[in-house]
């Protein structure tokens, strides 16, 4: 079965402080992509990781992936209130050009002054 | 920038009327999805579409139907509106070529069906 499981589904957190969120997948693939979701709107693409070992950062947000552990990670650093949000993974596992995505259940994040 | 856009951001409709929720993208992209999001449940996929009047079932086809005449134009069909249908439909477009950017979202339609 193809499953994209995230967690933790729910992440409080003081400001100032570091936390992981992990994304583990089903099966092999080498394409992934995490994406922000600020309540009540859609979804905002984030990182884009297409091959083992690559990372990505943008501000206090890091993704790592690792495609032999079938592992992503989004790293936060020193969070701030703005960061606020639900974080979505999602994994491309067909090549072919559906572009079809499987998403984790997603990880609200909330940071607490 | 691609843009995705989706016809209303709020829409109030009664059990049983037909339902057309209608999505548009300017980048000239094969392939279009419609989502529906529900509080605990994620994203699940309706249908999409590969190509124009390509369609496949999603994980949740059943009560809703899609048309794709123009490329740039994939429309959701609540047939006849049931309560259970009261969700966040999110529309999202992506091409074979760009694959690798992954699928670019419209801003949603709030459904409720009352």
């Known amino acids: 079965e193809l499953k994209v499981e995230q967690n933790p589904l729910f992440l409080s957190m003081q400001e100032g402080k570091n936390y992981t969120i992990y994304c583990n997948y089903s099966?092999?693939?080498?394409?992934l992509y995490w994406y922000r979701q600020d309540p009540g709107k859609s979804l905002e693409s984030l990182f884009v990781?297409?091959?083992?070992?690559a990372v990505k950062q943008e501000g206090r947000l890091m993704a790592s992936l690792d495609t032999k552990a079938r592992l992503s990670t989004l790293h936060i650093t020193a969070a701030v209130h703005d960061l606020s949000a639900t974080y979505f993974c999602?994994?491309?596992?067909?090549?072919?050009?559906?572009?079809?995505?499987?998403f984790g259940q997603g990880t609200t994040l909330q940071v607490k002054p | 920038d691609v843009k995705v856009t989706q016809s209303s951001r709020y829409l109030v409709k009664r059990t049983g009327e037909k339902v057309f929720l209608e999505c548009v993208q300017d980048?000239?992209?094969?392939?279009m999805f419609w989502y529906r999001q529900d509080p605990g449940l994620g994203l699940r996929l309706i249908y999409f579409?590969?190509?124009?009047?390509?369609?496949e079932k999603g994980d949740i086809p059943e009560g809703y139907s899609v048309s794709r005449e123009k490329k740039e134009r994939f429309s959701l069909i609540l047939e006849s509106a049931s309560t259970n249908q009261t969700s966040m439909y999110l529309c999202?477009?992506?091409?074979?070529?760009?694959?690798?950017?992954?699928?670019?979202f419209g801003p949603g339609t709030r459904l409720t069906v009352l």
């Open positions: 999202a477009s992506s091409s074979p070529s760009t694959n690798r950017k992954g699928q670019f």
């Open positions: 980048m000239d992209h094969e392939n």
């Open positions: 579409s590969y190509d124009v009047k390509m369609k």
């Open positions: 990781l297409l091959s083992n070992g």
């Open positions: 999602a994994v491309d596992f067909i090549s072919s050009n559906t572009g079809k995505l499987i």
């Open positions: 099966t092999t693939s080498d394409r």
